[in-house]
């Protein structure tokens, strides 16, 4: 599975961004999707994501602030991200996986490129 994100780039603090991922799989619909980033030094953490059904969980720290959505017929899964803060400075990765018993289980081998969000203050 291919996956292309997009909608990075430099936004000043309190400011909003919002990211697309298109994803090449057939079984789209059937799958969860997440939205995870990795700031410098740091490791890859889940952000949010979205089951087959349109259930939605958050990281505590974007709770409110961001929004995952996705449109099965494009294939595409979203983040929209308002009020953001410096913190939020990261590389953005989408991933098509499984949500199963209150938890989301990436597929490792479907990892988009990654795309880069900076927040100034």
Do not use: H
């Not at 259930?55 to 953001?84: C, E, H």
């Amino acid at each position: 599975v291919q996956l292309q994100a997009s909608g990075g780039g430099q936004v000043q603090a309190g400011g909003s961004l919002k990211l697309a991922c298109t994803a090449s799989s057939n079984a789209f619909g059937a799958y969860a999707l997440a939205w995870y980033r990795q700031a410098p030094g740091s490791q890859r953490e889940l952000v949010a994501f979205i089951s087959n059904l349109g259930t939605t969980i958050y990281t505590d720290s974007v709770k409110v602030r961001f929004t995952i959505s996705r449109d099965n017929v494009k294939k595409r899964v979203y983040l929209q991200m308002d009020s953001l803060i410096p913190e939020d400075t990261a590389v953005y990765y989408c991933n098509l996986g499984v949500y199963a018993s209150g938890d989301y289980y990436p597929n490792e081998d479907s990892w988009g490129q990654g795309t880069l969000v900076t927040v100034f203050s």
